[in-house]
């Protein structure tokens, strides 16, 4: 339901999604596969270590946990109610989460605007609304953060801890994210997913993403803006990058949209690049785009400039980053004209054969020093705005010992403030470089495409910071 | 160098660079980290059971093996000769490999056209063809077959068994899909680096392919093409799928890929897919989908139609596929246009307040029988030319039941010469299950857009063989 902009109550209240200290689960079951099981059996599995406190009118006791039978039963402050209940009997709950002065409520039942119950979820919304207390959902999956060992929904993952504060409207693809967060280390600060968010809305997360100090970058995914005036006014506020994923635009996604969130997509995909234009946020196409630039835009500075040099051992990789950048608007430019002095630099760290061009090419026999030397000169050199390292694993190559040494000198020269990114292409060793490399703060990615769409990522995330601060 | 069309003599003797008897190893070293000791190393570390001859002047024995001053001193026959010395020596051994009668060359030495010596390039290749000895090379990284458990390069990995037959101008770009291979079970009945390609062609692997009983479909990686009329000829003779990458178009690239392969790229991006479309092949645009169309198109048939009917259990994911079929083309179809009576029976496999849309929402409870009848119901439909499915891992899903279930219907329903394509987002779980739904034949994907973009292949390869058929 419509918002004009962030709320203060709502964004005050928001700690508790995120950090209760206690947690009624209403509609707790004693039923492995029910909702009300898989919430508290994640809290625990998870180390959630704040006070559970399972309400079932028909259970003494659920998971070895006393149960009540009604919020209001609870001789402890709640911060955080989560229900799981039908979705007729919400309204009462919430009425006794009002009552115990319960800080948020976090709906999970679904069956309300998307299959056609749109009153019934905004009486809700009112209600909650007139009585301020933030409600999430209905409609939702759960949320979470690493940082607080805290899984509470219906999440099979926790993600490794990092930068991207995940606001997701899908469910499953928030789930997804979660699983690659653990498999390829995308680092998270939190996660949430906001089903039908019939009360708290994308900007007042987005609002809390930026107070919080374990986030670096804010990851939208959305099917449809209700409050897109609110939308605006948070990312415009916002001091951290925002990367933001459109679904639903396409024509047979409409109808989808509306019976997977109820989100109505009245507008062409025009009106939302207006939006997300005038929001100054980047827009990602493929999920894949929309993760992997959520990861460098968290981990790396803005980029503030074209002259981008690229350095690999493999001439094939190179020009894949060549096409891929030329189709994406940011052409390489050739190595003289960016600073004549560097391929001498550089030359001391290649073969004769190797190529004086940009990418450079310091050839498959490169070794870890070499890579050093070439790495360290272009990051220092002062006409240089962003260095990109790519690593084909030959049969020569240390494929490990060259991350470590490009890690060095990155946490030598974190204070040029020029963005690093990496590409390792290839099988299982290129893929435990790429954890590593992530672990210790550097975005690393599979393939070309991947890492040139990350640094087109951090250059448009440049000039919206420079529009910013002609305005 | 130039040729009009693949050559019989070429063709024939193709077989001796990927399943020899006997190699001679010529320049082979006692040095690890040398390409003449990799290469010795390799073939034995990964099963090579036919005979290896090294070739040193000034070595009595090469790594326990007795080692022969000439290729002439061998005392047996010699199928397949791999070079690995200077430059200037190359004419000298390719002389010895005539008298011997070796029935193929395999140059991986450098420093040739692509660093101004096309002359001396010209020269061995001269020489080659009037003696009809078979060049591969200069400047490559090797080649193999996991079927002949044979790896003869510079090369770390051998990939999985299955379908794609890799023909790559980029030794670094083939080094990463190799990796790949493993890693992501992307099966290959055998790979070749061509290098600066002096003789043997792109035309000549793809004839071969087309006889090689493992090759299932055909993926060239391009830099330049020095002989489009014999590529087009071959590519339109071929019983099997190709999907083409073509790289070094940008600007910067140009001059890159002269440097990498000496490869000339004097013509526009309009001449080169004007000779991909008269060829008939695929084109990918990047890196992963080059490899993800290729297995798409080794394992499955030709999709026949536009009737594709989608089954997830997460909406997300749902539109993510809805939104990238629609960018590329090929929108999806209501069900009820589709198949009147489709939506009827899957109805039987999903919950009430699953979506009767395309995609069909089988939702987040999906069990393993429901996904197994909707799956069963849809590629039995005489109206649906083929089935993607989608799991989303929700904390109840057996994500690994349902693949088996997927699994088996497929196999029940092969005969139906309809394409299923899976994606399955998310983490560890989903890799797993990937592989085993690949390793099972079916190309399985982590995002939308990538089992997207294999339909799309998919429905290209239909239309290229419907376009065939007519004239």
């Known amino acids: 339901m419509l918002i004009t902009e962030a709320r203060d109550y709502v964004v005050e209240k928001l700690p508790y999604a995120l950090n209760p200290k206690s947690i009624a689960v209403v509609g707790s079951s004693r039923l492995d596969g029910k909702v009300g099981f898989k919430v508290i059996e994640g809290l625990r599995k998870w180390g959630y270590d704040g006070r559970i406190y399972p309400v079932n009118p028909r259970a003494k006791e659920v998971q070895g946990l006393p149960a009540y039978p009604t919020v209001k039963d609870i001789p402890d402050e709640v911060d955080l109610a989560f229900v799981a209940v039908p979705a007729h009997v919400v ?30 979820q905004n009486e809700l919304t009112q209600y909650c609304r007139d009585n301020e207390l933030p409600l999430i959902g209905p409609n939702l999956v759960g949320m979470g953060s690493p940082y607080f060992h805290f899984n ?22 928030l789930l997804a994210a979660l699983g690659t967060s653990q498999e390829d280390h995308l680092g998270m600060s939190f996660f949430v997913g906001l089903g039908n968010k019939a009360d708290v809305d994308f900007a007042e997360f987005i609002k809390y993403a930026d107070q919080d100090p374990n986030t670096g970058s804010v990851a939208v995914y959305i099917e449809g803006l209700d409050s897109p005036e609110a939308f605006i006014k948070a990312a415009q506020e916002s001091s951290k990058p925002i990367v ?16 997977h969130t109820a989100s109505e997509n009245p507008e062409s995909d025009d009106y939302y690049q207006s939006v997300f234009d005038k929001a100054g946020v980047i827009r990602a196409t493929t999920w894949q785009e929309f993760l992997d630039d959520a990861l460098a835009l968290g981990l790396m500075p803005p980029l503030r400039g074209d002259h981008i040099v690229m350095i690999t051992n493999g001439g094939g990789s190179g020009l894949l980053s060549c096409d891929h950048f030329e189709r994406r608007g940011l052409p390489l430019k050739e190595l003289k004209e960016i600073s004549p002095l560097l391929f001498g630099k550089i030359r001391n760290y290649m073969p004769m054969f190797g190529s004086p061009l940009n990418p450079v090419d310091i050839s498959g026999t490169a070794t ?93 995330y440049g000039k919206i910071l420079e529009a910013k601060e002609k305005a």
Chains 1, 2 share one sequence.
């Open 152 to 173: 509470c929904g219906f999440i099979p993952y926790l993600p490794v801890p990092g930068p991207v504060a995940m606001i997701s409207q899908s469910g499953a693809n």
């Open 91 to 120: 309204k009462s709950v919430l009425k006794d989460c009002v009552e115990k002065d319960v800080k948020i409520a976090v709906i999970s039942t679904s069956a309300f605007k998307e299959i056609g119950r749109e009153e019934l």
């Open 368 to 460: 870890p020093i070499q890579y050093r030397g070439a790495v360290s000169q272009a990051l220092r050199d002062p006409n240089v705005d962003c260095v990109y390292v790519s690593i084909c694993p030959t049969a020569v190559t240390d494929v490990n010992e060259v991350a470590d040494q490009v890690i060095e000198v990155w946490n030598k020269n974190k204070g040029s403030n020029k963005p690093v990114v990496m590409e390792c292409q290839g099988g299982k060793e290129c893929h435990d470089i790429i954890l590593k490399l992530r672990d210790a703060g550097i975005p690393a990615y599979p393939t070309a495409e991947q890492a040139v769409n990350a640094i087109v990522a951090l250059r448009d």
């Open 244 to 259: 933001v994923i459109k679904v639903g635009g396409s024509k047979i996604g409409h109808k989808a949209a509306f019976a």
